[in-house]
């Protein structure tokens, strides 16, 4: 039975929202010292009203709890979403208690561009129809009934807003796309669009971490491309580079989608097989030798046939860390080698 294995995306994307929600503390200070500035600056008087204090106070205790005893710390999507909340709830409590429309309803900008930021469309979406409500609740208590005008007001108040959030959300959106797509480049190699070593050593890493804790198990394949060097001097370094992409594809073909392929070096390969023994890795490492030699490499007025040779190597059976199993998947790629490679200095040519 396979075993379930954390999606790279998913781990990324919690550790964005893990950083954001540590980041959401200082919005919340921001909160707080605008709201107190404004009042202290132009309604004295309020700011002196126990039940403002008790809001004001109230307030920064939540913010402090959050910051520094953390609940919710595992669950950052959540976290985000409380403190969201805590922010509108803030917002809309000085609103009714400071009997007038003020320049305050600006602040609730604040939960709506973090939502943005953070969360997502739909969520940025119900936090500005929160908001919206909350606000006309608000107005609708200070006035003592609602009425058709506070709707119209409520409209007219929050239609900048949702420009606001809708501009936030997709520079959001974009910034996302383009990390992704940078993150994509930097893990891949440039000539054949497999992994490059750095991504497959930590891809590899995590999985051999889960298969030691989980009692289960994974094969590796090192893949060497023969002959490489008799090719880039007999026919140039343009044909050599298009035999390693054509083992590079060859590779693409026979992965499945949990399967893990990088390029080891110029003309080495490396594969991961997660909850794959020896004997299927063995096929796996037969249809390989199959498939490039099927494929054939045309340069000028020849076709070369290009081979490679393959080590296989299990976990835990060859070793008990990453490197051991890598140690032995080489040391068997070089014994396919001693049995496969062709007379030294000699290339498998025909003409067309």
Do not use: C
Request: hydrophobic fraction near 55%.
């Amino acid at each position: 039975m396979s075993r379930p294995r954390p999606d790279r995306s998913l781990e990324i994307e919690q550790a964005q929202l893990r950083g954001f929600a540590r980041s959401v503390s200082e919005v919340e200070w921001l909160l707080l010292i605008l709201v107190m500035l404004y009042l202290f600056a132009t309604r004295p008087e309020l700011a002196r009203d126990v039940t403002v204090l008790g809001i004001l106070i109230g307030f920064a205790a939540l913010v402090l709890v959050f910051r520094y005893a953390r609940p919710l710390a595992g669950r950052p999507r959540l976290k985000l979403s409380v403190e969201i909340l805590l922010m509108l709830a803030f917002v809309t409590a000085v609103l009714a208690v400071g009997g007038e429309a003020s320049a305050l309803v600006n602040l609730y900008l604040l939960p709506i561009i973090t939502a943005a930021l953070a969360l997502g469309k739909r969520a940025t979406a119900f936090v500005l129809l929160l908001a919206a409500s909350a606000y006309l609740g608000a107005m609708a208590f200070v006035a003592g009934t609602a009425s058709a005008a506070l709707a119209t007001q409520t409209l007219a108040v929050f239609a900048p807003f949702v420009l606001v959030a809708f501009l936030t959300t997709l520079l959001a959106e974009n910034i996302h796309t383009a990390k992704e797509r940078i993150r994509a480049l930097s893990d891949r190699d440039e000539l054949t669009g497999l992994y490059n070593m750095r991504a497959f050593t930590r891809l590899a890493e995590r999985e051999h971490e889960l298969a030691a804790r989980s009692d289960g198990r994974y094969a590796l394949l090192m893949v060497d491309l023969d002959r490489l060097k008799a090719i880039n001097d007999t026919f140039g370094h343009e044909a050599g580079n298009r035999a390693v992409k054509l083992v590079a594809e060859a590779l693409q073909r026979l992965t499945r989608s949990t399967d893990i392929a990088a390029r080891f070096g110029g003309d080495e390969f490396v594969m991961l097989l997660p909850d794959a023994d020896r004997d299927a890795a063995e096929e796996v490492a037969q249809r390989i030798r199959n498939v490039v030699f099927a494929t054939t490499l045309e340069v000028d007025v020849k076709i070369v046939r290009v081979k490679v040779s393959v080590g296989v190597a299990a976990f835990p059976e060859d070793g008990n860390a990453l490197a051991t199993v890598m140690t032995a998947a080489d040391r068997a790629m070089y014994k396919d080698k001693e049995l496969r490679e062709a007379p030294k200095g000699k290339l498998v040519f025909r003409k067309r």
